[in-house]
C-alpha cells in the first residue's frame, strides 16, 4: 500500500530494525511498527445466543511498558476495524493528551487500555471526518458502523456491566480532551505545550515562530498535504531543539532530550523533522533567530 501521506510506492519505504519501524523516506512518515501484534477477536456461533472467544493473534503484552501497551492496542483495533495504520498513530496523539489531563485522577488512570484506546481511535475517526467550520461532535452517522463494532469490541472490558464501557469512555475523553484545538494550528500549538510539559518561557514562543513559518503552514497542510494539523505543530516545536549558525553566531537547541519524544508520540522520523526542520530554518534564519533570542531574553526574565 502506497504511503497515506505523501503517495510514495511502498517499495521506497526504510525499515528501521534499531526503531523497529517502517518509515517513508519521502515524508518520513512512520507506515507500520514491525511487532505483529495480530488480532484477538470476538466472533459468534450461528445462533447468535453466544460469544467464543477467538484466540489467534497475540494478546495485549500485560508486563511491557504502558507506552508500548497502548501502541499494541491501537494497532490490534486498527487492523479489527481494517483501518490504515495511519489512524492509530494519530489517535496515540489524542490518547496523550487525555492522559496528560487526567493523570490525578487514579480510577481514570485504572481503566482498561483497549477501551482507551478504542474510544481515541474513533475520536480520530470523528476528527477525520469533521467538516471544517463545524464543531467536533462525537455521534457522526457516518462513522456508525465503526461505534457498532468498537462497543463490540469494548464488551466485557469495563468495571460496570450495566453501562457501555465504550461510551463511558467517549464521555470522559470529551470532557477533557479538545477535540476542536487540534483543527488548527493556533489553537493546538498550547495543547502541544501540555502535552510535552515544556515551560512556558518557551513554549510561548513557538506562537511566534508560527508566525514566522506562516506561508509554509499553508503549503504544508493545505497545498502540498505533507502534514496535517497536529504533526505541523509537532515539527514547530522541534526546530526549537535544533541548533543553527547564523552571522557567525551559534543558536542552540532547547530541550534537545525531547527530540525523540517529539516524533514517537506523533509518529514521525527523527531523521525527516531535522531535515524537515533545518530546510524551514535555512530560510528565514534571521527571524528564526530573533525568536532564539527573545527566548533567551524570557529565559533570564523567568
Known amino acids: 500500500m502506497s504511503c497515506k501521506h505523501c503517495g510514495a510506492d511502498p517499495s521506497t519505504f526504510h525499515k528501521n530494525d534499531r526503531e523497529g519501524q517502517i518509515i517513508c523516506p519521502g515524508c518520513g512518515f512512520v507506515q507500520s511498527r514491525l511487532q505483529d ?37 491501537v494497532s490490534q483495533i486498527c487492523s479489527y476495524l481494517q ?10 496523539q ?7 489531563k487526567t493523570s490525578q485522577f487514579k480510577t481514570l488512570r485504572s481503566r482498561n487500555t483497549e477501551v482507551v484506546m478504542a474510544a481515541c481511535l474513533y475520536c480520530q475517526l470523528e476528527l477525520m471526518e469533521a467538516v471544517e467550520g463545524k464543531m467536533i461532535k462525537l455521534n457522526n452517522p457516518a462513522l456508525d458502523k465503526y461505534r457498532v463494532r468498537l462497543e463490540t469490541y469494548c464488551e466485557g472490558k469495563g ?13 470522559d475523553i470529551e470532557k477533557y480532551v479538545n477535540f476542536n484545538a487540534m483543527r488548527s494550528v493556533d489553537t493546538y500549538v498550547p495543547e502541544v505545550k501540555i502535552m510535552l510539559d515544556w515551560p512556558g518561557w518557551l513554549g510561548n514562543n513557538v506562537i511566534q515562530l508560527q508566525k514566522v513559518f506562516k506561508d509554509q503552514e499553508n503549503k504544508y497542510i493545505n497545498e502540498d498535504k505533507l502534514l496535517r494539523v497536529p504533526t505541523y505543530t509537532a515539527l514547530l ?25 517529539i516524533c514517537d508520540r506523533f509518529g514521525m522520523s527523527v531523521d525527516f523533522f531535522r531535515k524537515e526542520a533545518m530546510q524551514l530554518i535555512a530560510k528565514k534564519k534571521g527571524l528564526v533567530a530573533q525568536v532564539f533570542d527573545k527566548i533567551e531574553i524570557d529565559k533570564k526574565n523567568e
Not at 489524542?94 to 496528560?100: G, V
Not at 516545536?237 to 519524544?261: A, P, R
Open 37 to 73: 501484534y495480530g488480532l484477538s477477536a470476538r466472533v459468534f456461533n450461528e445462533a447468535g445466543a453466544s460469544k467464543i472467544r477467538d484466540t489467534t493473534g497475540l494478546k495485549i503484552n500485560k508486563t511491557g511498558s504502558q507506552q508500548d501497551r497502548t501502541k499494541q492496542a
Open 83 to 92: 483501518i490504515d495504520q495511519s489512524h492509530g498513530v494519530e489517535a496515540l
Open 94 to 100: 489524542i490518547y496523550e493528551e487525555y492522559q496528560k
Open 159 to 171: 468495571r460496570n456491566t450495566k453501562t457501555s464501557a465504550f461510551d463511558q469512555q467517549l464521555k
Open 237 to 261: 516545536y522541534f526546530i526549537l531543539t535544533m541548533q543553527f549558525e547564523h552571522n557567525q553566531k551559534i543558536y542552540k537547541g532547547y530541550q534537545v532530550q525531547d527530540q525523540e519524544k
